[in-house]
């Protein structure tokens, strides 16, 4: 099955200043990796997605590039705020019809003011 | 739309007790899942239900059963709670491959 590793499990930035996690994935064929947000005490939220058909995809302030060929993704949070204090999910599909997802374990984002 | 609601919020069993965690979404969507959120780990899936009418083990199904009672609802049954099913349970709905997963709120369930 996928397995999906997340790194760093701990990140602490200057507000202002860029932010990057990082995800790594085994299945060749994922098609569909989200990223979620989750605030202290609250739900998972989307905040980003790609799909394997698109090397870079933006909102605002926030990134995903995926490199399919290293099977890698990363989440790119640049001009950082203090609301972006959370822990954020990377997640890949296992295709196939199969609408499943693999999470990776998440990386805590701390941001100084 | 209340979108995906799960109840109860909380929950304290005793050892070999045993409890149904309910979830219902009013999406319309085809896809249903539970997850367990424990420190460091992430969300590992429990149990997932591609349709109405089918359920499928995740990654971590043992001492969990579920049921999809229609579209609408998915519920999660631990019939002799231990200690480590401790944890924060998620139930999620998605309308289809290769799109977003909408998440309740969660219950934090505690097994002592």
């Known amino acids: 099955g996928e397995n999906v590793e997340q790194h760093p499990s701990t990140l602490s930035v200057q507000e202002g200043d860029s932010a990057v996690i990082k995800c790594t994935y085994s299945d060749s064929a994922s098609n569909y990796f989200p990223w979620y947000k989750q605030e202290l005490g609250k739900r998972p939220q989307l905040i980003i997605d790609?799909?394997?058909?698109?090397g870079e995809k933006k909102d605002q302030r926030i990134a995903v590039t995926l490199n399919k060929t290293a099977k890698h993704f990363s989440l790119h949070i640049t001009e950082t705020q203090p609301e972006d204090s959370a822990v954020y999910f990377c997640?890949?599909?296992?295709?196939?019809?199969?609408?499943?997802?693999?999470f990776g374990t998440g990386t805590r984002l701390t941001i100084i003011p | 739309n209340a979108g995906v609601t799960q109840t109860p919020k909380f929950q304290v069993l005793k050892t070999g007790q045993s409890m149904t965690l309910q979830c219902a979404q009013d999406m319309n969507h085809n896809s249903m899942y539970w997850y367990r959120q424990d420190p460091g780990m992430g969300l590992r899936l429990i149990y997932y239900s591609a349709s109405e009418g089918t359920t499928d083990k995740g990654e971590v199904p043992n001492g969990y059963n579920v049921s999809r009672l229609n579209k609408r609802e998915f519920s999660l049954r631990l019939e002799s709670a231990a200690p480590s099913q401790t944890s924060v349970y998620f139930c999620?709905?998605?309308?289809?491959?290769?799109?977003?997963?909408?998440f309740g709120p969660g219950t934090r369930l505690t097994v002592t």
């Open positions: 999620a709905s998605q309308p289809g491959q290769g799109t977003e997963q909408y």
């Open positions: 790609i799909r394997s058909n698109v």
């Open positions: 997640a890949a599909d296992t295709n196939f019809g199969n609408e499943k997802l693999t």
